[in-house]
Every structure is written in C-alpha cells, then in structure tokens.
C-alpha cells in the first residue's frame, strides 16, 4: 500500500487537472465498492437541493471566503467542489481514490466552464505541501474506511499538516452512538426501480459496522462487502487533538442543531492552532 508512481499530470483544457498520485494494494474493500453502481445509486440518487444545503452548510461553518485555498477531501465525483465553484470559490481542489470519479468531475468543469483542480490521490498521503489549505472538509462519511486505526488517524494527520496555522477543518461522519441505540440488521433502498439491500453487523468490540450490499436492479445482482469504523464524539475529539487540531463544536443537522443522542450524522469543526 502507498508504493509511489509517477507524478504524471494531464491538464485538460481549462482549469480542471487530473494528476496521478499513489498506488494501493488490490485487497482494500473500498477500491472495489466505489464502482458505477455507487455512483448510479449513491451519488445519482441525491437531489441537487440536498447538494445545495450542505454546500451552505459547509461555506457558514468553514467561514470560506472567495480567496481562500479549499481542500474536498475524498470528492467523489465533486458534488460540493463544483457547487462551490459555481458560487464563485476559484480556488477549490477535489481528491479521491477513484479515478472514474475524478475523470467525471473533470468532465463536468469542463462542460460548465468551472475552476476546479481534481487530483487522484490517497487522504492518509495527501499529495500537498505542507500548509497549503486555508480549509479543508470531508463530507458523507469518507472516513474510517481503513483497518488500521493508526492509518484512520494519519487521515487526520494529513489533514493538519496541508492546513495554514488558524486554518478550519469540518467533518461528516455517521454518529456511532446513535447506530448503537438504533441498530437495524437489515435496511434496503430504491431508486429508479434498482434496489440496494443491506445485510449488518456491528463489532461492538471493535465499533466496525461489517456489511454486504447488495444491488440489484437493471444490470443484474452485484454484492459488494463493506467495513466501516464508526466514532463517537469523543473519540474523534482525541484524534483531533494528537493529530494538531483543535475541537470546536459538532452539530446533528444542516441547520446548526448541537449533536445529540437523537442525530444519525455528526458534523464537527476542528482548527489548527496559529
């Protein structure tokens, strides 16, 4: 895991660029889960208006001003890189590991004439100098995907090291707590006449939700295996604060509530230190 390959960059014509950064083992469940059928019914099954409210939830809580360098930590296919674009934030980097997805993003800045640098990349080895950022945020649960808890933790690390002293860090994670106290073995959705059922199992002793997914909709049946470490508040707390950053407050919805027992997702502000 974490081999280098070449520092490749493409520009594509326009701001957007794609640059190659690192390489993974193949064994990792996430490198196989992120395929066209999370895209199709994860990503394409969010309104642009959920999209819409998050993005002002995300510029209130960061305080983002126009001139600011604007980290999207684990993009996916540039949901709120874009969006923020689209308001007049020119100074916006997008990252993920999934290469289909930062291409798609490139593809969509380019049709709508945005400024947005999109980088293939690993969040534990972020391809960045040190204080680069003057914000940076990691959005739908893009995090605790990896076994190790010391690699969860260089996440954060990461994170620290590209901000500017004073810079602000927001995360968005699943509220371990409250899956806890509402635990559902088994879920299901639907979306445009596909279905996504969800086989799980929590490891109260490891605080890991182990799950299969299965799709099953115009392209046959697919199942997919997924292991997520889930936090409690004050656990990322204490990462926060041996990764250099400094906890300032969690809220449980879009609108500001403070986190409760009551919130499935926790939102928390961090700062590095000046």
């Known amino acids: 895991m974490n081999k280098h390959s070449s520092q490749e960059r493409t520009t ?14 193949k064994n990792e469940w996430w490198l196989k889960f992120f395929d066209d059928n999370w895209k199709r019914l994860g990503f394409g099954s969010i309104e642009p208006e959920q999209t819409g409210q998050e993005t ?48 798609e993003a490139i ?33 739908f649960t893009s995090f ?25 860090f927001l995360l968005d994670v699943v509220h371990r707590d409250y899956v806890v106290r509402n635990f559902q073995a088994r879920g299901w959705s639907e979306y445009d006449g596909e279905f996504v059922l969800e086989e799980r199992r929590f490891d109260l002793t490891t605080s890991r939700n182990e799950c299969t997914w299965v799709y099953i909709g115009k392209r046959g049946k697919t199942e997919k295996p997924v ?6 508040l004050h656990e990322l707390r204490a990462m926060f604060e041996r990764s250099g950053l400094t906890f300032t407050e969690a809220w449980g919805t879009w609108d500001f509530e403070l986190l409760t027992w009551d919130h499935f997702r926790q939102k928390l502000l961090a700062v590095k230190p000046r």
């Open 56 to 103: 002002d939830f995300l510029t209130k809580a960061l305080d983002l001003k126009q001139d600011e360098r604007i980290l999207d930590q684990a993009c996916g296919i540039g949901r709120h890189s874009l969006e923020l674009a689209r308001r007049g934030f020119r100074r916006v980097t997008g990252l993920d590991f999934t290469q289909g997805y930062i291409k």
């Open 107 to 139: 593809l969509k800045a380019e049709h709508e004439d945005l400024k947005v640098e999109f980088v293939h990349g690993d969040m534990k080895d972020l391809p960045f100098a040190d204080s680069s950022f003057d914000a940076v945020y990691n959005f």
């Open 12 to 25: 594509t014509s326009g701001s957007p660029r794609l640059r190659k950064a690192k390489t993974w083992g």
């Open 227 to 232: 292991s997520l470490r889930m936090y409690s």
């Open 144 to 168: 605790g995907y990896f076994a190790d808890e010391l690699d969860n933790e260089r996440v954060l690390k990461e994170v620290s090291r590209v901000l500017k002293p004073g810079g602000r």
